[in-house]
């Protein structure tokens, strides 16, 4: 799927793997998920055919079941489908690299002659920021109202928020037995922006140059400490003066 504007690119992928699959395939398939997941946004569905894993405790019995486990971890994905899938196991499963990328997941109905029940679910940010996009054109032409594109951004933000909650609440409960996948998304938070972005100078002109951009900084900080005293800052230089003459 294509971004638009400065949206970027969403990887869409379906796999299936078949339940006495190798481990040297599963390790191929999760350096492929690796390099994906960490350019693009990434959402990834199929068969995995790993009924032993227990979702709710993060837990599975089988060696290649708890890989899959680790390899969820190590590319910070997150599995949306809660229930079960086939015959009362959760087999198919929808999983993402970006908070707030996918919702509306529902399970059922059957498609064909499949015995697995039918999972459905919705790009739902990209669908949400399209709708803010498109409600801030239209206030911008007065086509709609403040209030209008405000809710836009707030469902947004909300929907965001609940899965990068989601997140955190399943690193912090793994966090014992999974020390690496919370560090390394801890590190990622830490993570601190050392360019200034570019800056609007005292006309309106966009300025993107580093040294253009530290005089009109320079500018900005000398401004605050040159500027007149108001009202506020008199009556309390005048207040001091009294104190002090007694």
Known sequence: ?????????????????????????????????????QSQALVLMGDLNH???????????????RRFLQSIDDN????????PTRRGVLLDLVLTNKEGLVG???????LGCSDHEMVEFRILLLEKLKGKKEVYRMWKKGLA???????????????????KAHLELNLARDVKDKKEGFFKYISRKRTTRENVGPLLNEVGA??????????????????VFTAKAGPQESQALEVGEKVLRK
Request: proline fraction near 3%.
């Open 104 to 110: 509306d997941v529902k399970v059922g109905g059957s």
């Open 145 to 163: 109202t403040w209030e209008e594109y405000r809710n836009a951004v707030s469902v947004c933000s909300d929907e965001t928020r609940k899965v």
């Open 76 to 83: 910070f994905l997150i599995q949306l489908v809660e229930e």
């Open 1 to 37: 799927m294509k971004g638009q504007a400065n949206m970027g690119d969403t990887v869409v992928g379906v796999y299936y793997r078949p339940p006495d699959q190798e481990e040297e395939v599963d390790e191929a398939f999760y350096r492929q998920v690796e390099v994906a997941s």
């Open 206 to 223: 966009l300025v993107t140059e580093d040294t253009e951009k530290e005089k009109l900084l320079n500018a900005a900080f000398a401004s």
């Open 51 to 65: 009924p032993d894993i227990c979702w709710k405790g993060n837990t599975a019995r089988h060696a290649q079941s």
